[in-house]
T-cell receptor
Framework: GENVEQHPSTLSVQEGDSAVIKCTYS??????FPWYKQELGKRPQLIID?????GEKKDQRIAVTLNKTAKHFSLHITETQPEDSAVYFC????????FGQGTELSVKP | EAGVAQSPRYKIIEKRQSVAFWCNPI?????LYWYQQILGQGPKLLIQ????????DSQLPKDRFSAERLKGVDSTLKIQPAKLEDSAVYLC?????????????FGQGTRLTVV
């Protein structure tokens, strides 16, 4: 079945550094790739998304890149801040919305 | 606009008992998802509805789990009988249209503990 693999499972960076989270997907028909941020005890919330007809999208300190040929996409956070600390999930969708396993990001002051 | 509403927020039951969760999606959202999120893991899709039809329920343990979305609006997810491994947060989400793949908005979730 469809699968989304996410790496790393944990990531620790110093404040101001960049963080990169990578995902691969199995269904080549997937055409929508959202990223969600989940703070402890809260609901997942969308932070950025990209569609298959676009290779890169940026929103302030957050950017996402998509390589359809390789079936992988990545989240880039620049100038990280302590409030960026959370669990981040990638997802891929054609019909079903399938999530990766999550990356716990810790930004140390 | 109002968000996705779920109830109850917390539930503790003994194994072999039954439990039901309720979800009211954002008005006008055709697609409704139920996810199971075990602590430390990503959300696992249990069932996805488009209006009142099932898009996918391949990961739903049908011997104990059932879900319905009567009239294409509210939805209920039931577990009967519950097992210890069902302890998780059950998240409901909705989106305007699954076919167009738009943002899925999540509810607060129901935290189920089976003892």
């Amino acid at each position: 079945g469809e699968n989304v693999e996410q790496h790393p499972s944990t990531l620790s960076v110093q404040e101001g550094d960049s963080a990169v989270i990578k995902c691969t997907y199995s269904d080549s028909a997937s055409n929508y790739f959202p990223w969600y941020k989940q703070e402890l005890g809260k609901r997942p919330q969308l932070i950025i998304d990209i569609r298959s007809n676009v290779g890169e999208k940026k929103d302030q300190r957050i950017a996402v890149t998509l390589n359809k040929t390789a079936k992988h996409f990545s989240l880039h956070i620049t100038e990280t801040q302590p409030e960026d600390s959370a669990v981040y999930f990638c997802a891929a969708q054609k019909g079903k919305l399938i999530f990766g396993q999550g990356t716990e990001l810790s930004v140390k002051p | 606009e109002a968000g996705v509403a779920q109830s109850p927020r917390y539930k503790i039951i003994e194994k072999r008992q039954s439990v039901a969760f309720w979800c009211n999606p954002i008005s006008g959202h055709a697609t409704l998802y139920w996810y199971q999120q075990i602590l430390g893991q990503g959300p696992k899709l249990l069932i996805q509805f488009q209006n009142n039809g099932v898009v996918d329920d391949s990961q739903l343990p049908k011997d104990r789990f059932s879900a319905e979305r009567l009239k294409g609006v509210d939805s209920t997810l039931k577990i009967q009988p519950a097992k210890l491994e069902d302890s998780a947060v059950y998240l409901c989400a909705s989106s305007f249209s699954g076919a167009a793949n738009t943002e899925a908005f999540f509810g607060q979730g129901t935290r189920l503990t089976v003892v």
